[in-house]
């Protein structure tokens, strides 16, 4: 709990200075400024916070990302999970998100600031528009996009992951660009009061990227279903095991493997 108040207090000030000098102006009219000045702000920002927040992000796979745009899919545990994405990304990274971040102060800015796109859950033609506009995006090669297929987080860490939603893999199998499968793990513990602790490990791990000639002449069913296992069998079988390694060492009598006889 007190990580978080301090990080809150800490990051205030440089916070409210940015959205004056730049958030602002850039998600009013992004088109006016260059998407990799635009990126490279936020991440600076949202790399100090991450640091305040005191995590320690694990990255493996980088030599996965692909060169030029690609669309990375990542499941989905915590508020925090896109923090991760930002310090893995050194590339202009666009995200797909629920019409409520939008409303967020300073979250909602900075996503739009970015090329961020919204989606109404209740609302199918909003939505279709929506992923015209990614679909767009990725074949004029503005930017790569980072999307949660599972559609909403997944409350529970030790369950399986939730089912991802084909509609989100229609732009970019439209527009022809590699999928990339995204790891990530830990970030559910950050804003848990239980946890406190100097550090809180997180993961990120880019798998091996899935490209047109490889899913050419698939469903976006069998699409989703090939992507979710992929990420699946590494969650299960590494990401799991390590975050297990990493807590037990932290001593976490929290942590649900802990309680497990």
């Known amino acids: 709990m007190w990580h978080i108040i301090r990080a809150a207090l800490l990051i205030a000030p440089t916070l409210i200075y940015d959205y004056f000098a730049w958030i602002l102006k850039y998600s009013k009219h992004p088109e006016k400024y260059p998407i990799t000045k635009r990126y490279d702000k936020t991440r600076k920002l949202i790399r100090k916070v991450n ?142 009061m239980k946890h406190n602790y100097k550090k809180y490990p997180t993961y990120v791990k880019f798998l091996k990227p899935i490209y047109p000639e490889e899913y050419e002449g698939k469903t976006t069913d069998e699409i989703a279903v090939m992507v979710q296992s992929r990420i699946q069998k590494e969650v299960s079988f590494i990401a799991k095991p390590l975050d297990h390694k990493r807590m037990s060492e932290l001593g976490d009598k929290y942590y649900r493997f802990n309680s497990i006889k």
């Open 51 to 192: 640091k305040l927040l005191k995590l320690d992000v694990h990255i493996e796979g980088l030599e996965n990302r692909p060169e030029g745009v690609a669309c990375y899919f990542v499941n989905h545990l915590a508020a925090v999970d896109p923090l991760l994405l930002f310090e893995a990304m050194d590339t202009p990274t666009a995200f797909l998100a629920k019409i409520e971040i939008k409303k967020m102060p300073f979250v909602g800015r900075i996503f739009t600031a970015e090329n961020g796109l919204f989606l109404k859950r209740d609302d199918l033609k909003q939505q279709l528009k929506v992923m015209m506009k990614v679909e767009a995006s990725l074949k004029n090669k503005e930017c790569n996009w980072a999307i949660y297929p599972e559609g909403t987080r997944n409350k529970d860490p030790m369950n399986t992951l939730l089912t991802f939603h084909k509609g989100t893999f229609r732009p970019a199998v439209k527009a022809n660009v590699p999928l990339v499968p995204v790891v990530s793990y830990g970030s559910f513990r950050v804003l848990n």
